[in-house]
């Protein structure tokens, strides 16, 4: 199959998000699509959430995710809050089951507008991370960068949330910290031996957190859910804050926020908006698209 499908352009907290509807189709958006999107201004984007039809009964959608580099990503709280409004505007519903290679996500659409999205139980086994070596308490790894006597980051707190996460404590706004000079380095550190994203979390109050990540396969990004519910449940697990905290995104527009409630269930719930930007058609094979807003399609392939 070549043929177009619809698309719709979407964020959450300013997280890029391209929402693919290829329900009733057999095929798959492909790598080479996803980098040539990620190519184009107007399309630049962090995940692509492509909706394919449900493959397990008592769930609503199988739901492909990809990276800007095309490398598929096992979870993305910001972009399942996309899909979940996409869907309520499409059909009125408010409740959803998705199935990912994470597993099973349920969320619901609020009467605010706001979307929450039940990410699952947080895995701290080191091989589960996964590490590539072993830590008894991976709450704090031995990990840093900057000088041995006088790190700049150091002793990151690291779990799965679905994908791996390292999330380093910080003592003052991490806007002011130089995360795209580090965050590849530590992204692609040998003890991660699938990547990891990398967060900076600053504690501002044992309800509140500051938070700035760079992302596994997406790099400097304006947001990351799943990063947000992995500090969450870090700085509770450490004891920094209670099990339910507000994390303002600092990257984010206006410095947006997420709350993150890591249940007694051990279930990370994230809640936070999803906004529609604008739709169109995308040939998910190669990644030619054109736009449509207002009824008015605007040729829009390079």
């Not at 184009?40 to 493959?55: L, R």
């Not at 099990?243 to 997420?258: E, F, M, W, Y």
Request: hydrophobic share 40%; aromatic share 6%.
């Amino acid at each position: 199959m070549s043929d177009r499908v619809e698309f719709a352009v979407m964020n959450g907290l300013g997280n890029k998000i391209l929402v693919v509807d290829m329900r009733g189709r057999t095929d798959r958006v492909t790598p080479t699509a996803a980098v040539a999107l990620a190519a184009e201004p107007a399309t630049a984007f962090d995940q692509i959430m492509a909706i394919h039809d449900p493959k397990v009964g008592g769930t609503d959608a199988y739901i492909d995710i990809l990276n800007c580099d095309g490398s598929k990503a096992q979870a993305c709280g910001n972009g399942t809050r996309c899909v979940v409004q996409a869907l309520a505007s499409e059909t009125g519903r408010k409740s959803f089951t998705f199935q990912t290679i994470a597993g099973i996500l349920n969320a619901v659409e609020h009467q605010d507008g706001t979307i929450s999205v039940d990410m699952g139980k947080p895995v701290f086994a080191w091989d589960k991370i996964p590490l590539s070596e072993e830590f008894h308490d991976t709450s704090r790894i031995e990990l840093q960068i900057g000088p041995i006597d006088a790190p700049i980051l150091h002793s990151p707190s690291a779990m799965s949330m679905g994908n791996p996460h390292a999330v380093f404590w910080v003592d003052r706004d991490p806007m002011t910290y130089d995360l795209e000079r580090f965050g590849p380095l530590l992204e692609n550190h040998p003890i991660f031996p699938e990547k990891a994203n990398i967060t900076l979390a600053q504690v501002t109050s044992k309800t509140s957190m500051v938070t700035r990540t760079w992302e596994r396969g997406a790099g400097l990004t304006l947001a990351c859910g799943s990063a947000a519910c992995a500090a969450g449940v870090s700085a509770a697990r450490t004891g920094r804050t209670e099990r339910k905290v507000t994390i303002t995104v600092a990257s984010s527009p206006n410095r947006g926020t997420l709350t993150i409630d890591w249940r007694a269930d051990d279930k990370v719930v994230m809640t936070g908006p999803a906004e529609w930007e604008w739709s169109g058609m995308v040939d998910p094979a190669t990644g030619d698209w054109e736009r449509d807003e207002s009824g008015q399609a605007e040729a829009a392939t390079p």
